[in-house]
């Protein structure tokens, strides 16, 4: 079964930077552009950063120059590097698996059918 297991979150100050681990078991991730989407307290789901399978990459507009995706396949894991994070970066943050290139992403969270327990990133003012 296609599963994620989000890890590396925390509570950082302003500026600070975290590592977020995408683990994914039941599925070839290097067939998949993952995505990572991420959820503030009471809004809506937000796509954040993809990676394609050839390592094409995507970023919303006020994480672009903060925050750097990757990926290893061999570990079956992708990674989100924060750095200089913000209060507005508060949120519990999800990888998903998704077909297609990483530009059109971010704007695919709906149609991932299910979501785990995320990671929560806490940026404390």
């Known amino acids: 079964q296609l599963r994620f297991v989000e890890s590396g979150g925390g509570l950082v100050q302003p500026g600070g930077s975290l590592r977020l681990s995408c683990a994914a078991s039941?599925?070839?991730?290097?067939?998949?552009?993952i995505g990572w989407f991420r959820q503030p307290p009471g809004k809506a789901r937000e796509g954040v950063s993809c990676?394609?399978?050839?390592?094409?990459?995507s970023y919303l507009g006020s994480v672009q120059a903060r925050f750097t995706i990757s990926r290893d396949d061999a570990q079956n894991t992708v990674y989100l590097q924060m750095n200089d994070l913000r209060p507005e970066d508060t949120a519990v943050y999800y990888c998903?698996?998704?077909?297609?290139?990483?530009?059109?992403?971010?704007?695919?969270?709906?149609?991932?059918?299910?979501w785990g327990q995320g990671s929560q990133v806490t940026v404390s003012s």
């Open positions: 990676i394609s399978p050839r390592q094409s990459t």
């Open positions: 039941g599925f070839v991730l290097d067939e998949y552009t």
């Open positions: 998903a698996a998704l077909f297609g290139a990483a530009s059109q992403c971010l704007g695919l969270g709906h149609l991932v059918e299910s």
